[in-house]
Every structure is written in C-alpha cells, then in structure tokens.
C-alpha cells in the first residue's frame, strides 16, 4: 500500500510539471507568435485593403521618392534601399489622416497593417521604375551627350536623345511584363520553399510592429526623428544654394583636405544625401568605396597622368576616351563587369543548388516547412502563424490563365510597338528576349529570396552584349543592345520586386490581390513620374552627363561604353572574399562599390565614409537607440536634401541664379586676384 501511495504522490507530482511545462510553453508560445497579437482584429477583404487614402498617399510618397532616387541616380548610381522610409512614412501620413478624421466622426475604415503594406508595395513599385527605367544607366545612355563623350563616329544610329513621349511609351510597355511573369510561382516560392526575401521580411516586421500599441509610440518617435533631420537637410540645402552662383562655387567645393586634395576629388562636400546614405549602407560598401577612390585618384590617376605624351597623346581632350578618361572609364567598367558576371554565376550556382534541396524537402515532406530555428516552443508558434498566414495568402487566389494571358497580351503589344520607338531594334530580338525572360525572372526571384541580391543589372548587361553583338554596329547595335538591357532589365526586377512584395503580404495578412493591383498602380506611377522627374532635372542642368555636372550619371557612360574587356581583378577579389569566409571576408573591399569612385572622385565616399562612422560611434554608445532611430535619422537627411532638388531645378528652369559665389583659391591665386582688381 506504502509503494503504491508513493507512487500516486510521484504520478501527480510528474503530471504537475507537464502542467507547468505546459503551461510555460504556451505562455512562451503567445510571445513568439506574432498573429496571436492580432488575432481578435478582422482582416479587411482585399478590396478593402485598397483605399482611396492608400493611393493618394503613395502618389504623394512617390514624387518625393523618385525625386530622391533620380538624384541618387545621376550623381553616383548608389540607391539604398527606402522600403522603411517608405513603411514609416505611410504609416505617418495615414495614421495623421484617419486620427483627424475620427475626431470629426467621419472615419469610416480604421488603418489596418494591410492598408500599410499597400501604400508600402506602392511607392516601392513606383519609385523603382526611377531605377529600372534607366534614367541615370542605360535610357541616358542613348542620349547625344553621352556619345558626344565617345569615339564613336556621331551617325544617328549612334544615339536617341530623351523625349518624354517616347520614354513613358517605353516604359508603359515593358514595365508590367515582370508581374506577370512570375505570379503563377507565388506559391511555390513563399509557401513550399519558404523562401526568406530578408527585405520583404523585414518590411513586414517593421509593419507589424507599428500596429501594435508599442509600435505605434516608436513609430511617433521615429516620425519626429525623420521630420526634424529632414527640415534641417532641406533647409540646409536651400541656405547652400545661395553660394553656388557661378561654377565651383559654393560649400560642396570646399577643399577639406587642401587644394591639392581637392583637385584630386578628396574632399568633403557637405551633402547631408549622401551622409544618409552612408548611415543606411553597410559599412564594408562605405569603406569600399573610398578604397576605391584612394587607389584610383591617389594614386593610379596621378601615374598615369605623369605618363602624357607617352600612354596618350599630350594634346587630347580631357574627356576623350584615347585618353586619362579612357581609363578611367574602362578600368571601371571592367570592374563592373567582373564583379556582376561573378555574382551572376555564384548567385546562379546557389539557385540551382537551393532548387534542388527545396525540391528534396518538399518530395521528402509534402508539409508546410518551418524556419530553421528548430525549438520546439518557435515550431509550434511559427505552425499557427504558418496556418494563419497561409490560409488567407492562398484565399485570394489570382488565377494562372489571367497571368499567361496577361503576359502574352503584353507582350505582344510590346513586340508591335518597340521597333517604332527604336528602329534598330527588330521584333525578331524582341519575342527572343520575352521568350527566356520568365525562366531569367523566375532566377532572379529566387536568388533574391535566398540572397537578397537582385542581379536585374547584370541580366540587362548580358541583354546589351547578345543583342547589340546580334544586331551588329552597322545596324545600331549600340541602341538595340541598350534597348535590349532596358526591356530585360525592367522584366528582372519587377518580378523580384513582386515577390519581394508577396512575402511582405505574407506575414502582414495582406491578400496576393491586393499586392499586385497595388503594385500594378505604383509601376503606372511610376512610368509618369519618374520621366517627368527626370525631365526637369535634364532640362534644368544642362550639363548633366558631363563628368564636369553636379549630375554626371556616370553609369550612362559606363552603360555606353560596355564592351567585353579583360574583368580577371575584379572577379579574383570576390574570389578571395568567398574562400575567407564571411568573418575575414569583412576585411575585403567589394568590387562594385571600388569601381564607382574610379569615374568619379572620393568626394561622395567620404560624406558616406562620415555617415557610417556617425552611425558607428552612435552604436557604441547606445545600440538600441541608434538601431531605432538610425534609419529615420537617416532617411530625413535624404529626403529633405532630395526633395529640395524639386525647388532648386523649378528655380535653375525660371532662370533665377543664386546671389552669391563662395569660391576657395590658393594665396597666390588670392594675391593675383587681388593685384588686378586693384588695377
């Protein structure tokens, strides 16, 4: 009888810690699970979650981003990405409306982390279009100006300069293929191979936080951040335009480092754009790109300039190609060609070696797989957000036939229209490139959700080389090749950017219905807003293209001039970065970003090179708040001083000219100036 008490007291003593354990786990359960927070909020249906207020909101957001984007473009090519800004921003601008609203007792619709993702996926599509479009890369590329910098003989086949017609034609016909392309993969990709896509999770996250009640108070705080840094970054552009009355004249040509310095591009230009940028960049780009700058301008530009009359003739032109410029350009495009080519077959060798084990994983388990984190507390929590998640992702289905439909019907009207716009390039280029597109867009969208790297860039430049090389350059090869990378490049990069979106979609509830109207209306946006950008800008600067311009759009010349040159150095360091592994690989600048300043100058690097080190020492001292208001500091100095761009050029086009000229001369030069007008 003693032993079988004892053992009843041990039973319930067993069946109390499961209990506990139980209970713990379920409480450990609810903390993990982010759907349970939202559990007891209705998710709206996915017309909706398409409101008036969503679009005219991401209308507004979109000007500004294209204006910041297109400025980013023609100065230096380095485009951070906005997806936060753009979340934050949204969620600011809605959140401000609909809290007006209510206290006038006309809020009809609450704003929802749905609504938010619109507006997000919206702006994103929209101020994309200003990259993709190639409006500082391969569009500009075709213009005048930038032939007038090459040998090439000025034949009309040689160059197409901008118009607004023909560029919002172009982009309306090529832009939307991508959507199509890859939607009947939707599932596959973000349910069965549970594809990562760390920006779209990320977004999503950010998203969520924001509609709880804590993350609403930080998203205010993070609101009040941005807004302060972006009214000083814009009225510390407007204070600086006064100094800029005549050329070099001005804060940003102040010779930090001396004049020697400065004539070698080592200086720091006071541009709060690009210290953002460098608090939004990794610091390995940051110091990279000085790298760059240091080896270029430090020290090879100077050699090879001591070796006039020698390498070159003496009595060239500074910006000829059969010259110092000659280098500057190729060396550059050499590197960008071997770091893109690569990163093509390297990302291209994970894509087909992650194919396969997905493949292996789904035959193996036919179940929804889990992340990797494989305690058993997280399985459970990731099983009912898993269940939550894809019940309502797999709700709203878009139906295959409407997307080959859709896809053929636009392609076909793209393969009429193209070779009226560019009459070198033949409808029979145009079905070969829409005949491989969807299995490119397919790679590109799952590289991008393994590696979080878009290759768009590099399918276009292999577009340039097979096209231009099959068109032939007595036939316009050069437009046709540029034409080409355009189409292909517009198709690869908004089917990554979709998917992208999808998996934001995903963990926010937000229906695949609305993701891709929403996306359709930003890339309609798009294809009006960012050619009107880009025209005030060309209008406004008529020198821009020039490596003299306040915006040189250095990858238009690059883009121009790619041809098949020697890229051994560049594909070599990426080489070495991969057998180093990522820890010592840190210690190893990257190819792309070295190649930038090559054309340019460090002067950019080093406002970059100030950001990063800002954020740095930030970090050390309080981590938590610099990880919290880092990006929203950091985004306020960009867009203050991108959207005072708009002002700047309506006032360049009105001919008004700043009232003043700082200019900064050596003594001599001073004493000189001086003595004549003493005279």
């Not at 619709?109 to 994309?128: D, L, W, Y």
């Not at 090879?304 to 000659?326: F, H, M, T, V």
């Not at 908004?494 to 992208?500: K, V």
Request: net charge positive; with cysteine.
């Amino acid at each position: 009888m003693e032993s079988r008490s004892q053992k009843m007291v041990e039973d319930e003593k067993e069946e109390r810690k499961e209990k506990v354990k139980k209970e713990e786990e379920e409480e450990e359960e609810e903390e993990l699970s982010v759907e349970r927070i939202f559990e007891n909020k209705e998710v709206p249906s996915w017309r909706k979650q398409l409101t008036l207020r969503a679009f005219t909101v991401s209308f507004v957001l979109s000007v500004m981003f294209c204006f910041i984007v297109m400025k980013l473009n023609l100065t230096t090519g380095i485009i951070p990405s906005l997806n936060v800004s753009a979340g934050l921003l949204g969620f600011f601008f809605v959140k401000t409306w609909t809290k007006v609203i209510a206290n006038s007792g006309l809020l009809r619709h609450p704003f929802t982390r749905q609504e938010n993702t619109v507006i997000q996926t919206c702006v994103v599509a929209s101020s994309g279009i200003a990259f993709s479009g190639g409006f500082g890369s391969y569009l500009f590329g075709m213009s005048e100006r930038v032939a007038q910098q090459s040998e090439h003989s000025k034949d009309v086949l040689d160059y197409k300069n901008p118009t607004l017609g023909w560029m919002i034609g172009f982009l309306f016909v090529v832009s939307f293929l991508g959507l199509f392309s890859v939607v009947p993969l939707r599932k596959i990709m973000i349910i069965d191979f549970k594809l990562t896509y760390p920006s779209g999770t990320a977004t999503a996250h950010l998203i969520n936080s924001f509609h709880t009640p804590e993350g609403a108070k930080l998203a205010k705080k993070q609101v009040r951040q941005l807004g302060k840094f972006f009214s000083f970054s814009f009225l510390w552009g407007f204070f600086q335009w006064f100094f800029t009355a005549g050329e070099d004249c001005g804060f940003s040509n102040f010779p930090t480092f001396g004049l020697k310095a400065y004539e070698y591009k080592f200086f720091f230009d006071f541009s709060a754009t690009y210290v953002g940028v460098g608090m939004i960049c990794p610091h390995i780009i940051n110091v990279s790109v000085l790298v760059g700058g240091i080896i270029s301008w430090g020290i090879m530009w100077p050699l090879i300039e001591n070796r006039k009359g020698n390498w070159y003739p003496a009595d060239i032109s500074p910006n000829s190609l059969q010259g110092l410029q000659g280098y500057k350009v190729f060396i550059g495009i050499a590197m960008i060609l071997g770091d893109g080519l690569y990163n093509f077959f390297k990302v291209l060798s994970r894509t087909v070696a992650g194919l396969f084990v997905k493949f292996h994983e789904r035959n193996a388990n036919m179940q929804i797989p889990v992340t990797e984190q494989n305690s058993s507390s997280s399985n459970k929590s990731q099983n009912y957000d898993d269940q939550r998640r894809t019940q309502l992702f797999l709700k709203d289905q878009i139906p295959t036939w409407f997307a080959i439909g859709g896809y053929v019907a636009i392609a076909a009207i793209s393969t009429a229209t193209l070779p009226h716009i560019f009459h070198q390039l033949k409808w029979y280029h145009i079905i070969v490139i829409y005949v491989f597109a969807p299995a490119l867009a397919f790679c590109n969208a799952f590289g991008c959700g393994l590696t979080d790297w878009s290759l768009a860039s590099t399918y276009g430049k292999l577009a340039i080389f097979t096209i231009g090389a099959w068109a032939g350059s007595s036939n316009g090869g050069i437009l046709a090749g540029l034409a080409a990378c355009g189409v292909m490049m517009n198709i690869v990069s908004t089917a990554s950017d979709l998917m992208q979106d999808f998996k934001t979609g995903y963990l926010t509830l937000a229906s695949p219905r609305s993701m891709f109207v929403s996306q359709v209306m930003g890339t309609a946006m798009g294809c009006v807003i960012s050619p009107c950008v880009f025209w005030i800008f060309y209008k406004a600067f008529p020198d821009l293209g020039f490596p003299t311009s306040e915006y040189p759009a250095p990858f238009a010349t690059v883009y121009y001039n790619m041809a098949k040159l020697g890229v051994e150095a560049a594909i070599l360091i990426n080489l070495i970065r991969d057998c180093l592994g990522k820890k010592r690989s840190w210690f190893i600048p990257l190819p792309m970003a070295m190649a930038i300043p090559f054309y340019l100058g460090s002067y950019f690097a080093i406002d970059m090179c100030v950001g990063s080190l800002i954020l740095y020492i930030w970090q050390k001292i309080n981590k938590a708040k610099a990880d919290a208001f880092g990006p929203a500091v950091a985004s306020g100095l960009i867009c203050g001083d991108g959207i005072w761009t708009l002002p700047s050029s309506v006032l360049a086009l009105a001919g008004v000219k700043p009232p003043i000229c700082m200019k900064f001369v050596s003594r001599a030069t001073n004493s000189r100036v001086d003595k004549f007008l003493g005279s």
